[in-house]
């Protein structure tokens, strides 16, 4: 792949410089990424981030590049507005020669470039809480300059991704097929999810009867898609665009909590080292209002903490369902494993219970509005 990457990828974008070499890059497990160098005459070295798009998940790969060129747009507008550096900010598509945001190759692939963010790394864990904080303000940020954005005009990049109604009609159908034959063995886990039901139409019926905005959400809101600053800590860029789409906030702020927030792996087998840790669903919180508060809906911002339960419930649903289908869409490492993870999720959702009204009064605690007994309206009311 180097010697293509060589030969024909990099010829055909507007890089600045004389090509020196290209080595793979990060670690994610979609598409294959690459930094590539580049000698210049007169400046530095530059490098750019060479992406090879995986058109098995992302059929639509025009339509996905139209998503991050407008979302992109967008960001940079405003950051430009606010004086910020929209270079540093947000992503920074780099277009082929012929003025194109995909160069498609000799084999029928589909290549991207951006600009490479310097001085900034992702980080894998939340080892401190402050980490948490920033990618929460960053995420927040995101959610506040793109509260304007026409949701509708985006490209769905996968079909009903968090459409919690439709996980549950393919959960319920591998039930009955039972094609590995695993259904009697987990009958427990099975009956957890079912007695949870109706917690999958909240937020989907609310989008649909308009009580609920939609809004660009991000869809993949873990720590390790902020560019944080290496000497600051802060976070200054939201990454990996692929599953923008039009959706809830309530998706992207439960799905941080689901990962962020957990005393163990998303496969730990010990189930007693899994819960929920409310200091860092504190600080996640303190971050992504400080940031989005004022541009969310009270219904939003009531529905924060049961999304954290929503965004369990439904990656749980999902292990299990691809248990019982015999291990057909995500990886396994070992016999069983999506039974583990689907069991450090239903830990997580239980532990979530449990803690559902102090996650509340925190929510409450830090939502700034200017009317009176805001905790009774948006908490105890419910």
């Known amino acids: 792949m180097l010697d293509k990457i060589k030969n024909e990828i990099v010829k055909a974008f507007l890089f600045d410089g004389d090509f020196i070499y290209a080595e793979p890059f990060g670690c994610g497990h979609i598409n294959a990424t690459y930094a590539v160098y580049f000698r210049r005459e007169t400046k530095p070295p530059v490098r750019y981030i060479l992406q090879a798009v995986n058109t098995t998940i992302f059929t639509d790969p025009q339509g996905l590049m139209e998503n991050i060129q407008g979302v992109t747009s967008h960001l940079r507008k405003k950051i430009q507005e606010q004086g910020g550096d929209p270079e540093r900010e ?121 009580r609920l905005p939609l809004r660009v959400t991000h869809n993949d809101t873990k720590l390790n898609n902020i560019m944080m600053d290496n000497d600051t800590d802060e976070g200054i860029c939201v990454i990996d665009l692929d599953t923008v789409m039009p959706g809830s906030v309530l998706y992207d702020f439960g799905d941080s909590i689901r990962f962020g927030a957990s005393t163990a792996d998303e496969d730990e087998q010990n189930l007693s080292l899994v819960s929920m840790d409310l200091g860092l669903f504190e600080a996640y919180t303190a971050g992504f209002l400080s940031e989005a508060g004022a541009s969310l809906t009270d219904e939003e911002i009531r529905l924060l903490p049961f999304s954290a339960k929503l965004l369990t419930l439904e990656c749980g649903m999902r292990f299990l369902t691809d248990y019982l289908n015999g291990d057909t869409y995500f990886r396994i490492h070992r016999e069983h494993h999506n039974l583990d993870r689907c069991r450090t999720q239903i830990t997580l959702v239980a532990d979530m219970e449990r ?20 905790f009774d309206y948006l908490f105890i009311s419910s």
């Open 90 to 210: 947000t992503l920074t598509l780099v277009p082929t020669r012929d003025g194109k945001l995909l160069y498609e190759d000799s084999d029928g692939g589909f290549w991207r470039s951006y600009l490479f963010i310097e001085n900034a790394a992702c980080h894998q864990s939340v080892d401190r809480p402050v980490l948490f904080t920033n990618a929460a303000k960053a995420f927040g940020h995101f959610q506040k300059l793109l509260a304007d954005y026409p949701a509708d005009t985006l490209h769905e990049t996968i079909a009903d991704f968090h459409n919690t109604v439709n996980r549950y009609e393919l959960f319920e159908k591998a039930v009955a097929e039972d094609k590995a034959g695993r259904a009697a063995s987990v009958e427990k886990e099975i009956r957890f999810f079912l007695d949870r039901k109706a917690d999958g139409a909240v937020v989907v019926d609310a989008i649909k009867e308009g």
């Open 355 to 374: 803690k559902m009204e102090e996650m509340k009064k925190i929510v409450a605690k830090y939502v700034n509005r200017n009317y009176i007994c805001l």
